[in-house]
């Protein structure tokens, strides 16, 4: 695999919902001027795109044709990152619950997986990435210089996304949260193709106890000290 591995590495970030994934790939991503692909996001915009068409997330041929066709695009916007969804702004609407569910429900497509996998290698390979999902480390970046496997116990994670919900002005029951986070990891780890899973050679972070910013210092740390080590022995 083409790549400029002397001031750059990739970094695959994996780990089950509300892990908090998305927020240390962020952080880490800005932290070293890096790109964030938020790979979580593309299924969502394929599950969007579907409900949108009427395109039912069981149907292989339709979903995976609208996966071939897609045009996902990220911009950041000050500290944030939007989603664009064929020109269209769609980071609110694919964060609702519903979006999320069909996402998982389109993910265990092997059609969708394989569209949606020649373009995150290509975002991969054009240099510094912090790249997040379920299978970046096992399966999108087997190469990635550092894998990280965040986890959390399923009563904090479903305390987080049941805060973010309130803030958004979405409410929902905390026992409604939990059992729909766990039904989705358990669909995730479950699939056949492609499962949420760690490599053998990732670091394993529990963020249970810890800050974004304080597992994203972590992250930037192991970052570093690998850069050190490329420099060291280019
Ligand atoms: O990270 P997230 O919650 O935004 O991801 C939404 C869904 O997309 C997740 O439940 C499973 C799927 N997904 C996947 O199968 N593989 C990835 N690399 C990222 C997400």
């Given at each position: 695999?083409?790549?400029?591995?002397?001031?750059?590495?990739?970094?695959?970030?994996?780990?089950p919902?509300?892990s908090?994934?998305?927020t240390?790939a962020?952080?880490?991503?800005?932290?070293l001027?890096?790109?964030?692909?938020?790979?979580g996001a593309?299924?969502r915009?394929?599950?969007?795109?579907?409900?949108?068409?009427?395109?039912a997330v069981?149907?292989?041929?339709?979903?995976g044709?609208?996966a071939?066709?897609?045009?996902?695009h990220?911009?950041w916007?000050?500290?944030v990152?939007?989603v664009?969804l064929?020109g269209?702004?769609?980071?609110?609407?694919i964060?609702r619950v519903?979006?999320?569910?069909a996402a998982?429900?389109?993910?265990v497509?092997?059609?969708?997986?394989s569209?949606l996998l020649?373009?995150?290698?290509a975002?991969g390979?054009?240099?510094g990435?912090v790249?997040?999902?379920r299978?970046?480390g096992?399966?999108?970046l087997p190469?990635?210089?550092?894998?990280?496997?965040l986890v959390?116990?399923?009563?904090?994670r479903?305390?987080?996304?049941?805060?973010e919900?309130?803030?958004?002005?979405?409410?929902?029951?905390?026992?409604?949260?939990?059992?729909?986070?766990e039904?989705?990891?358990?669909?995730d780890?479950g699939?056949?193709?492609?499962?949420?899973?760690?490599?053998d050679?990732?670091v394993?972070?529990?963020s249970t106890h810890?800050?974004p910013?304080?597992?994203?210092?972590?992250?930037e740390?192991l970052?570093?000290?690998?850069?050190?080590?490329?420099?060291?022995?280019?």
């Amino acid at each position: 695999m083409a790549h400029n591995s002397e001031r750059h590495i990739r970094i695959a970030i994996d780990g089950p919902a509300s892990s908090g994934k998305g927020t240390v790939a962020r952080l880490v991503a800005r932290a070293l001027g890096y790109a964030y692909v938020d790979t979580g996001a593309m299924y969502r915009c394929i599950g969007l795109a579907c409900r949108r068409r009427g395109v039912a997330v069981t149907d292989e041929v339709g979903c995976g044709a609208i996966a071939a066709q897609a045009n996902i695009h990220f911009e950041w916007d000050g500290e944030v990152q939007r989603v664009f969804l064929e020109g269209a702004d769609v980071s609110q609407a694919i964060r609702r619950v519903e979006i999320g569910q069909a996402a998982s429900d389109v993910a265990v497509l092997p059609g969708v997986r394989s569209a949606l996998l020649d373009a995150q290698r290509a975002l991969g390979d054009a240099g510094g990435v912090v790249m997040d999902g379920r299978d970046i480390g096992t399966v999108v970046l087997p190469e990635a210089e550092l894998k990280i496997f965040l986890v959390a116990s399923l009563g904090e994670r479903a305390r987080r996304r049941w805060a973010e919900l309130a803030k958004r002005g979405t409410p929902q029951a905390l026992s409604e949260v939990e059992s729909e986070i766990e039904m989705r990891d358990a669909q995730d780890a479950g699939r056949s193709t492609a499962p949420l899973a760690q490599a053998d050679d990732a670091v394993r972070i529990d963020s249970t106890h810890a800050s974004p910013s304080e597992v994203a210092s972590q992250v930037e740390g192991l970052a570093r000290a690998r850069l050190d080590g490329l420099v060291a022995t280019s």
